[in-house]
């Protein structure tokens, strides 16, 4: 190799290993970069901080101030006796969770109980004198039969609405009142054998209030189609009997009806009055 290529090559290497060197320096000033203080700044920093000489007035005073320092006494508390320990008043103190606790729990059981018993004294309580519910006082003998005759064009649909009742005249014949006798029994016989029976309005089957139909002369439950004959007793429909009714008592020349003692209607099949249909069914 001849020394001209040898400088061609040296040449480059050295240009390439300089730029290295240089490169690196540069980045390793970078990196100490703001946390470092360059090597002339430190210097006079340090110049800067030397500690100024001290004279001899100062270091007597700073002694003499030591001195009085360490003289001073120390104040020494008195002995005191400790405080004998008292239980909190309670008035003072106010309610504590546990009295808190248990009075809520004595207040609810008091509540509680106090409200079963209003609750069965109710229950047990005399049941209304007046109005739907007890003897309902629905005027007299001709005042009754006055409304029952005038009750056209739906004729023998008479209805007293204190009582929920229709109040329907009884068939008076010797067959009838025989056949009645066969079926009914107690206050309702009494009342056919006076000439009534008080049907309560609202249907056996699921409690709809039955309408009378004028056409039919039967009663008619737009509900569910039930119907019966003008005395109440079940003619078709689902209903699980005839109509219930309630007992008519005549005092005097009153007519009451007592809706707190009802009777279940009739079973399925009874028809003591042999009433057939009298026109279209209004339902
Ligand atoms: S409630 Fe009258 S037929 Fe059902």
Same mark, same amino acid.
């Given at each position: 190799m001849s020394s001209g290529m040898v400088i061609a090559i040296a040449i480059p290497v050295l240009v390439v290993l300089a730029a290295v060197v240089g490169f690196t320096s540069l980045r390793r000033r970078d990196a100490q970069g703001l946390g470092h203080l360059s090597r002339e700044t430190r210097k006079r920093d340090a110049g800067t901080m030397a500690a100024p000489p001290v004279s001899d007035e100062a270091r007597e005073l700073e002694r003499s101030v030591a001195l009085a320092r360490v003289s001073t006494e120390v104040a020494v508390p008195e002995p005191t006796t400790p405080e004998v320990w008292t239980p909190p008043d309670p008035e003072e103190v106010g309610v504590t969770r546990r009295q808190f606790l248990n009075r809520a729990s004595i207040t609810l059981m008091t509540m509680g109980l106090s409200t079963f018993g209003a609750a069965n004294i109710a229950f047990l309580w005399p049941r209304p004198? *007046?109005?739907?519910g007890s003897k309902v006082k629905i005027g007299t003998i001709s005042s009754v039969n006055e409304v029952i005759s005038s009750a056209?064009? $739906? $004729?023998n649909f008479s209805y007293f609405s204190e009582a929920q009742t229709y109040l329907q005249p009884y068939p008076m014949d010797a067959a009838t009142q025989q056949a009645a006798e066969v079926v009914y029994s107690g206050s309702v016989l009494q009342g056919i054998k006076m000439g009534y029976v008080a049907l309560w309005?609202?249907? %056996?089957?699921?409690g709809c209030k039955v309408p009378s139909c004028s056409t039919s002369q039967w009663f008619e439950c737009p509900c569910h189609g039930s119907q019966y004959n +003008?005395?109440?007793?079940?003619? *078709?429909? %689902? *209903? %699980? +009997?005839g109509m219930d009714r309630f007992p008519v008592i005549i005092d005097g020349d009153k007519v009451i009806i007592d809706t707190g003692s009802p009777s279940q209607g009739p079973p399925i099949g009874t028809d003591t009055t042999g009433q057939g249909l009298e026109g279209p069914h209004c339902a």
């Open positions: 004198t *007046a109005g739907f056209s064009p $739906a $004729a309005q609202k249907c %056996p089957h699921l +003008r005395v109440g007793e079940k003619k *078709a429909g %689902p *209903a %699980p +009997r």
